[in-house]
């Protein structure tokens, strides 16, 4: 194996002068220039901001689960993804962790929003923006004052619970409004929570035969993008509307997400006329050896990368407040 250049003391090596460096434009341009058409896709990073870290912790509260079940462990050991991280800590506990998902849902109760979740929901309420979110917990909901809506769908599973979403009012096409679609499970169902890497491989699957399956309602083949499988759930809104990342690292343990992402530049290359933008938004770390890859990932896929220059520039940028 031929060591890192952390490993050789070295510092870590950059990209070439203005290669995945961002694309100039600022978040709160974008946000006030593209507001009528945008879906957000959130992640566990609007948790991590300003006070809401030290309560609203989703690494801390894995790892202390784990500590439970397998004495000795105390840290994600440098090289495991927090996906596979999971999977061993349920080998190793001979299925202790059989109870983990319910243990997840249980502790996430308490979580609550800051002003900054409120100021960001606000803003996709005054838009009738839609919200994709990685996370499990109902921070965002509560943030912007929404209630769970259970559509009438005779295949819900509470695996698969990816019609479900949280809004207003029922929201028949997710691209039409607001509302907030959980694509990694949801707490109220503790059996959809998507933890590991199995759980991972898992719904690529499920995904896999309604995108790319051999029936006739799959992605690939609807004529009109309304007949197939996922048009009623928020697999809807990747394939059919432009996209704003916030919050998400979006690195290699992502498999689930980054592998959509993969089948959705396949589908805009199949239907150039349908393709949509991307924006992936972040703050520059000089010391992460992988940030020039995933933007190498990113952007190979259509999605363009914006540099913040904060963290505070992302959740309490004066966009969000934009009437």
Excluded at 88 to 107: D, H, I, M, P, Y
Excluded at 116 to 143: I, K, Q, Y
């Amino acid at each position: 194996m031929i060591p890192s250049r952390a490993a050789k003391g070295l510092s870590p090596a950059r990209p070439p002068a203005g290669m995945f460096r961002g694309t100039g434009m600022k978040l709160e341009t974008l946000l006030r220039r593209r507001e009528p058409d945008l879906a957000l896709v959130i992640g566990n990073g609007i948790n991590r901001h300003a006070n809401a870290a030290a309560t609203n912790s989703w690494d801390a509260l894995l790892i202390g689960i784990a500590r439970d079940c397998v004495p000795g462990i105390k840290t994600v050991p440098p090289g495991t993804a927090l996906t596979e991280f999971y999977d061993v800590v349920e080998l190793k506990s001979n299925a202790k962790t059989g109870s983990l998902q319910a243990e997840f849902c249980r502790s996430m109760a308490d979580w609550r929003p800051f002003p900054h979740h409120r100021e960001v929901m606000g803003w996709a309420l005054r838009h009738r923006t839609p919200v994709l979110t990685t996370n499990f917990d109902e921070v965002l909901s509560e943030a912007g004052g929404c209630t769970f809506q259970f559509p009438p769908d005779p295949k819900f599973t509470a695996f698969y619970p990816w019609g479900c979403h949280f809004a207003p009012r029922l929201v028949d096409d997710p691209c039409a409004d607001f509302g907030i679609w959980h694509i990694n499970g949801m707490a109220r169902y503790r059996t959809s929570i998507r933890l590991g890497l199995s759980h991972y491989m898992q719904s690529v699957r499920r995904a896999g035969t309604w995108i790319q399956g051999s029936g006739e309602e799959n992605l690939f083949r609807a004529k009109n993008r309304r007949d197939w499988q996922g048009a009623k759930t928020w697999m809807h809104l990747v394939f059919n509307k432009p996209l704003l990342f916030l919050g998400l690292a979006l690195g290699e343990n992502e498999v689930f997400l980054r592998w959509l992402l993969i089948e959705r530049a396949k589908y805009f290359r199949l239907f150039p006329d349908r393709r949509h933008d991307a924006w992936y938004v972040y703050v520059d770390d000089p010391r992460d050896e992988r940030q020039a890859g995933k933007h190498f990932f990113l952007e190979s896929v259509g999605i363009r990368c914006i540099e913040a220059d904060s963290y505070r520039e992302i959740y309490e940028n004066p966009g969000w407040l934009h009437a």
